[in-house]
């Protein structure tokens, strides 16, 4: 069993940045693919970014290409999501999930274990 909880979240205005870490419990996260989603107001949850355990590639979505940045650090057992030039359309619920199996990383049906979510809000 892995516990994850997410923290960083707030209230921003456009443009600013923020992070946002989670933090593992219960067994290490170096061998886990870790993955960020989020979901919006009245929107279906969606990929972020990910982290492969195996060879630390990271992905991205589209809309947050370029702005955010995923990394780990194993010896802490945590994860971050760097959050820079935020944008109103980011405004949502931001969940931490880790999976250890194969499988496409941005398909929330693949990730065994989620956090409770951090609050982002990006005022204009």
């Known amino acids: 069993q892995v516990q994850l909880v997410e923290s960083g979240g707030g209230l921003v205005q456009a443009g600013d940045s923020l992070r946002l870490s989670c933090a593992a419990s219960?067994?290490?996260?170096?061998?886990?693919?870790m993955g960020w989603f989020r979901q919006g107001p009245g929107k279906e949850r969606e990929f972020v970014a990910a982290n492969r355990w195996s060879d630390l590639t990271t992905y991205y979505a589209a809309s947050v290409k370029g702005r955010f940045t995923i990394s780990r650090d194993n010896a802490k057992n945590t994860v971050y999501l760097q959050m820079n030039s935020l944008k109103p359309e980011d405004t949502a619920i931001y969940y931490c999930?880790?999976?250890?199996?194969?499988?496409?990383?941005?398909?929330?049906?693949?990730?065994?274990?989620w956090g409770q979510g951090t609050q982002v809000t990006v005022s204009s």
């Open positions: 219960g067994r290490t996260v170096s061998m886990y693919t």
């Open positions: 999930a880790a999976y250890s199996a194969g499988g496409s990383y941005y398909a929330t049906s693949n990730y065994n274990y």
